[in-house]
């Protein structure tokens, strides 16, 4: 697999753990306690840790390996104006999010165990204010998460059926080739 199809697929993993775990929030925070919705938010919180660091990576890969790829030619200038901004925004809020969930966790006074194999340091000391501040915004951050998300994909869809400009195809890994969207690289 090349270097591109690697940051491809990094890519993909990330957005789909995203999607899941922005949907698991979405459904544990209207569970009534039990020990299946302290089950789910402590793989939330493992999950959420496993994003951070796939994004700290993500902006390293970015920086010292392989740069996002150029706009195609065809792409109007608002259009690769969005698409830049939408992407950092993406980056900024991919970071922001896990760290105000793992703050409000701290705050709250719950650790963060990634898969029972270590627990992150506490942020914060314990602190009702600070942990219902956090709370609110990774409400929020989730909420632009999801916002992003929406444009992302119409963009990509725009590109693909509307402008039929092979955007979509260069950002599925060369292997895809299944699906007949296969990358052109």
């Known amino acids: 697999m090349c270097i591109r199809d690697r940051a491809k ?3 993909w993993v990330i957005g ?8 698991v929030g979405l459904y544990m925070s209207d569970l009534d306690p039990s020990p299946f919705k302290f089950q789910l938010y ?3 919180k493992a999950f959420g840790a496993t994003v951070l660091g ?4 993500r ?13 195609m030619p065809t792409h109007a200038p608002w259009e ?9 925004a993406f980056y900024t809020a991919l970071i922001a999010m896990p760290l105000s969930g793992w703050a409000l966790s701290s705050a709250a006074g719950h650790p963060v165990s990634v898969f029972g194999l270590f627990s992150l340091p506490d942020l914060v000391g314990k602190d009702e204010e ?12 989730g909420n632009l998460i999801i916002a992003l998300i929406v444009l992302h994909v119409a963009g990509a869809l725009k590109h693909h ?3 039929k400009d092979g955007t979509l195809r260069r950002m599925l890994p060369s292997c895809c080739g299944t699906c007949g969207l296969k990358s052109g690289g």
């Open 80 to 88: 690769k104006a969005l698409s830049r901004g939408v992407h950092y």
């Open 59 to 71: 902006l390293f890969w970015r920086a010292a390996v392989s740069p996002a790829p150029s706009p």
């Open 161 to 163: 059926l509307v402008d």
């Open 130 to 141: 600070l942990a219902e501040a956090m709370g609110e915004t990774h409400e929020i951050l």
């Open 16 to 23: 789909l753990m995203v999607i899941v775990l922005l949907g």
């Open 42 to 44: 402590g793989m939330h």
């Open 9 to 11: 697929a990094l890519h």
């Open 54 to 57: 796939l994004m700290l990576f």
